[in-house]
């Protein structure tokens, strides 16, 4: 039993050998009752500790996966298969699951894995607000957010130049939830508005969900394409542009200044709502222009999240607009929702405070880089053509240039690989044949084999 173990990589060993011994299983032929190799020979095969790899055994076996037989080691558990056949899968943005099976590698998803999310500072801050804020327990939080939150978003907002205070900023449960509340207040069924194609595949459906028609701007590695953005702006006199300004979802590009500042200016001339998306800004480092830091007006709304870095479970996000827009915002946040969770926000304030938020985007950050660039270099080797190489973030825009749609899909399959869904990124649902790479999962040995197959796959010449 190999498992794969990187001393290097900030997930703890146990972790990291609970991830690999699931993985074997489900992707194994394993019939319930069989005896696993005994802990002394996993341990040796993986040199690794012995007390490692059984409290890893153990915690399975409290997750239903193993059973344990006194003087006799650990066996697969009766349940584990038929648990294994119910295919209950979580939720991921971006991917066809249909054809997948739990432990199949989500090469097209759009977060981070479970194996990059660090416990410590976070079961720490639950535990402190626990202990010291009843109220972040048991009350409702205020229509604009908890204020504590706000302050410190407040700060962050300051290193990204955007000059704003608390009282123009309104917490939401993610960014989803955010544009869900400016799309329902600020337009009607009917308006039109313009969206980035490739572009973001929950918006689309919010869009349409709420009855707003779309107009699609093509996206370049510098931000939109602006002299197709004039073109739509004169002929369908939207309503509303809807824009990711780094690390854009799913080609992984950034506004340039120079990009940023016509966007802008077209935006104004023709009295057009800007709402921009930057739920990837605690992964960017380094000078940069948002929009908002041009001028947060009655025509520029700001919107970020903390669940793409730190937890897709605690949903916390918030927007940033102009006082009247705010006020109609937070009235519709409270009759729809009653507000956002104020234990979640209790949270996330204590992790902003204390400094430990700072460093987790930090290790995120650098690790990103390092398997960005050997993800970029497996690609360039299988000669996938890349969509502008992006300096960071989660996503590489790629596409084979040696296998089709189909045989990639076939390969995709082999290996047990999810990618990403052809008509997800297009707000007509057109197919294509790019992917979006998801940065943290290009790195697998999985991903790697992969992509070298679809370079083999050229049809031979004679």
Not at 269 to 298: C, K, M, Q, S, W
Not at 344 to 356: D, M, Q, T
């Amino acid at each position: 039993m190999e498992l794969r173990i990187d001393r290097q990589a900030l997930v703890p060993v146990v972790q990291q050998i609970v991830d690999a011994m699931t993985e074997w299983l489900h992707r194994g032929e394993v019939s319930p009752g069989t005896r696993l190799p005994s802990v002394r020979q996993i341990a040796r095969i993986n040199l690794l500790s012995q007390s490692s790899v059984v409290e890893a055994c153990e915690r399975l076996v409290a997750q239903g996966v193993l059973a344990t037989r006194s003087g006799a080691g650990f066996f697969v558990a009766a349940t584990k298969l038929a648990a294994h056949g119910q295919r209950d899968f979580s939720w991921v943005e971006g991917v066809e699951q249909q054809n997948g099976v739990a432990g199949d590698l989500k090469l097209g998803c759009g977060g981070l894995p479970e194996s990059w999310r660090e416990t410590d500072d976070l079961s720490y801050a639950i535990r402190q607000v626990s202990r010291t804020d009843m109220a972040g327990l048991f009350n409702y939080s205020t229509p604009l957010g908890l204020l504590a939150l706000r302050q410190q978003i407040l700060k962050r907002l300051k290193q990204l130049d955007i000059a704003v205070d608390e009282s123009r900023i309104l917490t939401t449960a993610g960014a989803s939830h955010g544009l869900d509340l400016i799309v329902r207040t600020l337009f009607k069924p009917g308006d039109c508005v313009v969206v980035e194609n490739p572009g973001y595949s929950m918006l689309f459906d919010l869009l349409r969900l709420h009855g707003v028609s779309m107009i699609e701007v093509p996206r370049t590695p510098h931000g939109p394409d602006t002299e197709a953005l004039q073109a739509l702006l004169l002929k369908y006199k939207p309503r509303g542009l809807f824009i990711n300004s780094f690390y854009h979802n799913p080609t992984g590009s950034s506004l340039t200044l120079g990009v940023a500042r016509q966007v802008l200016q077209l935006a104004r001339n023709h009295g057009v709502l800007v709402i921009e998306d930057d739920v990837y800004a605690d992964l960017y480092r380094g000078p940069g222009t948002r929009l908002a830091a041009l001028g947060i007006d009655d025509n520029v709304i700001y919107v970020s999240s903390y669940s793409k870095t730190l937890s897709s479970s605690l949903r916390v996000g918030f927007v940033v607009a102009g006082a009247d827009v705010i006020a109609r915002l937070a009235e519709v946040k409270m009759i729809s929702s009653m507000g956002a969770s104020r234990f979640c926000e209790s949270v996330l304030a204590s992790l902003l405070a204390s400094g430990a938020y700072r460093k987790l985007v930090q290790r995120q950050r650098q690790r990103l880089s390092t398997d960005r660039d050997a993800a970029l270099q497996v690609l360039e080797d299988a000669e996938w053509e890349v969509f502008g190489k992006p300096a960071g973030g989660l996503f590489i825009w790629a596409r084979s240039r040696k296998s089709d749609a189909v045989q990639v899909q076939v390969q995709a399959r082999r290996f047990g690989i999810l990618l990403s869904c052809a008509t997800a990124f297009s707000p007509t649902g057109e197919a294509h044949d790019w992917q979006r790479i998801n940065v943290a999962y290009a790195c697998d040995p999985r991903a790697r084999a992969f992509f070298q197959a679809t370079a083999r796959d050229r049809p031979q010449t004679f």
